[in-house]
């Protein structure tokens, strides 16, 4: 019998402060990679079993190693250069990529976070790997080699298209592609554009593939997502008071949906009832089969892990009430 209402997370998990230190003290020069490797993997642990003590059912590492998103990966393909500080929100900045030459796949980046995670978590619970995509990659970075953000997307997407088979391979079931900047350009060619990345990327992998989009006109993704050769489209409905629920009720939803059902900006947390609710919306016009309970994004900005538990307990008590009733 297939599983229903399967949750899940983004990805990301709040930076243990120790990982922070550690990170500082190894820029510093004051310990080595082994150490640092060492307190990454205790702190990737305690993420894992608050996961599976919460009730998620396929997991994440939580991201403890990448310090960013987008500069993880640009640090280790070839043909990126690092840049200045750039504001993003607030008071949060990062140094914004320079692509320098065609983009130069050196190695996997995050199959060795996805194995030792995966044999820690046994068999108690599933464990996917998420990574930025071509498309985020080439909007948050400068470049100069390249003709155009056309040509760099499909540079990295043959890139990235080796990390995804190198988790294929080693036997990752799911596999996420992260695309945050998708929904910040109005035209369709952007679309097309994605279309395109993804095909490449996605192209002759048995594990189940994924695409993450949060914070924009979900509107503009529409109807063209719905032909994106991934099985899970993984969206942000909470913040936005699910408005997005309207759009997708249009057309004949035929993948599986990611369905953000608590708001990781807000720090209070959301009660069993109300998540009930929420995912009540969404079973409205699709099958239980279909729709993946989870946060609105990766949790990483909340203030504590405890918090980030506790959202993420609220989920798995709400599903599992949910699944009772809907038996």
Known sequence: MKRILTTTVVGSHPRSPKVV????????????????DRVVKEATKICIDDQIRAGIDIIADGEQRREDMEVFFAQRLGGFKEGDWVRIWGNNYYRKPIVTGRVE??????????????????????????????????????????????????????????????????????????????????????????????????????????????????????????????????????????????????YDFTKELGFGVVDVHKREVESVEEIKKNIRRALEFLSPE???????????????????????????????ELREELS
């Open 105 to 250: 796949f050196r190695g996997p980046m995050t199959l060795d976070d996805w194995r030792f995670a995966s044999e820690y978590a046994g068999n108690r619970a599933e464990v996917k790997q998420m990574f930025t995509g071509p498309y985020t990659m080439a909007d948050w970075a400068f470049y100069e080699a390249h003709e155009d953000r056309w040509d760099l997307t499909l540079d990295l997407a043959e890139a990235l298209a080796k990390e995804a088979k190198a988790l294929d391979k080693a036997g990752c079931p799911y596999i996420q592609i992260d695309e945050p900047a998708l929904c910040t350009h109005p035209q369709k060619e952007e679309m097309e554009l994605q279309a395109k990345a993804l095909e490449i990327i996605t192209k002759g992998l048995k594990a189940k593939t994924a695409m993450h989009v949060c914070y924009g006109d979900f509107s503009l993704l529409f109807p063209d997502a719905l032909d994106f050769k991934i099985d899970l489209i993984d969206l942000e409905f909470a913040n936005s008071d699910f408005r997005t629920l309207d759009i997708l009720r249009e």
């Open 21 to 36: 230190e550690a990170e500082k003290r190894l820029k510093e020069g004051k310990i080595g990679e082994e150490e640092y």
């Open 290 to 320: 279909q729709v993946y309970p989870k946060p609105d994004c990766g949790l990483k900005l909340l203030p504590s892990e405890e918090l980030a538990y506790r959202k993420l307990k609220a989920i798995g008590d709400a599903v599992k």
